[in-house]
């Protein structure tokens, strides 16, 4: 394993390269006619290319990951690239799903050439949606959510993560601003089992995780779920007394 300062080389020479392991759509394997995307017809002709691009985190999140994590932590994402090379230089017992054979390819010979360790590295090459209901990992130390950004994916892979990441561990979700990942951003901003620690200009976000289990809750314990109740059926002074109690909870976590 490396040294502390060989790391910190490493993770510059990951930074700076910033290698190229994704196709340019890499949520689907078939191709696609432009005119089936609602993109400008550009930037769909763009993804429906077969060239190669780096879809790899900024460089302050890596760095984030890179002290977050050590050697003998237990991590997980889902998606796979330069973040799979810091959880490997870093040490961590870390699982990366990606279906993608052609990542997973080109990710490892990029570390062979630089002589980054992927002993500890264990790739599922299978959709999250698929392998994640039946994973049996418990206890991780930090998860990065950057696989499928097509809803509910993004909502799918924290659902089966969340309890599966232990009582101060990390969650770190990429590509806040797509809608289909806010909703979670949304969710998690608000409620009493997180808090989020670093903001990465709004793109990405890393959340702790303040309570053992996420799942053991009904709709009414969260402020997400209560602030706009489905029909009146609760009546006007219920509904305001919920309210207050929202407001109380989120000024709590200020």
Request: charged share 25%; hydrophobic share 40%; glycine share 8%.
């Amino acid at each position: 394993m490396f040294e502390p300062e060989e790391k910190m080389d490493k993770l510059q020479q990951i930074i700076h390269e910033r290698p190229s392991f994704h196709r340019s759509e890499t949520e689907i394997d078939r191709s696609f006619d432009p005119s089936e995307s609602l993109l400008p017809r550009e930037a769909a002709a763009k993804l429906a290319s077969v060239e190669l691009t780096c879809y790899g985190l900024g460089s302050d999140v890596l760095s984030f990951i890179a002290e977050s994590v050590s050697e003998g932590s237990e991590t997980l994402e889902t998606g796979a690239g330069c973040s799979t090379l810091v959880f490997a230089m870093r040490g961590s017992e870390h699982i990366a799903i990606t279906p993608s054979r052609s990542e997973i390819a080109l990710i490892t010979q990029y570390a062979l050439q630089r002589e980054i360790p992927l002993g500890k590295v264990h790739f599922v090459q299978e959709s999250s949606d698929r392998y994640l209901g039946r994973c049996e990992v418990e206890g991780l130390d930090l998860v990065l959510l950057d696989g499928k950004h097509a809803f509910p994916w993004p909502i799918v892979d924290w659902f089966f993560t969340a309890d599966r990441l232990r009582e101060g561990g990390i969650m770190v979700i990429d590509d806040a601003q797509m809608r289909s990942v806010a909703i979670l951003a949304e969710f998690m901003g608000v409620d009493p089992g997180w808090q989020l620690i670093r903001d990465f200009s709004g793109k990405t976000l890393a959340f702790r995780k303040l309570r053992d289990s996420i799942h053991d809750v009904t709709w009414h314990m969260q402020p997400f779920t209560v602030v706009q109740p489905v029909g009146t059926a609760l009546g006007p002074s219920l509904l305001r007394r919920l309210a207050r109690r929202l407001k109380r909870l989120v000024q709590g976590q200020r």
